[in-house]
């Protein structure tokens, strides 16, 4: 039968740091990942310009706009085809977003929101202006 103390000071360090973490990895590697997991998303402005997609119509259909999506200030653009009603995790890992679209109605085209990229570099449009088109007052 094998003693404790008949181990080197090394291994029996090794052994207790073994038994007090049950195998498991020290906790400020834990703390680590999970900070690592757990990045703020960085929602940042962007410009939105209409470049496909049909308008809704009073009763009927629902507005399917899709934009082309540049930073604030238009220098850099960051996606196309983007249709921020499409969650890009259900979308194919597309571009996309989490926008509630007013169902059944004439909209105007965005022209600014707010997104963020996810975890797989996809650009997600957090918010955005589409807004009903309601014509002039009577």
């Known amino acids: 039968m094998t003693l404790f103390n008949d181990f080197s000071k090394r291994d029996r360090q090794k052994i207790v740091k ?9 906790l400020h590697q834990k703390t680590q990942q999970r900070r690592r997991q757990m990045e703020p998303l960085r929602v940042f402005p962007v410009k939105m310009t209409q470049t496909g997609g049909v308008d809704g119509v009073a009763l009927t259909s629902t507005a399917t706009w899709t934009y082309t999506v540049e930073d604030e200030e238009g220098d850099n653009e960051l996606a196309t085809n983007v249709d921020p009603t499409a969650d890009p995790e259900d ?32 650009l997600v449009i957090d918010s955005c202006n589409e807004y009903p088109n309601t014509g002039p007052c009577d």
């Open 18 to 26: 073994l038994v007090r973490t049950r195998g498991r990895q020290p």
């Open 91 to 122: 979308n194919g890992g597309q571009n996309g977003g989490w926008v509630e679209r007013f169902r059944n109605m004439p909209l105007n085209p965005a022209r600014r929101g707010l997104a963020h990229f996810n975890g797989d570099g996809y």
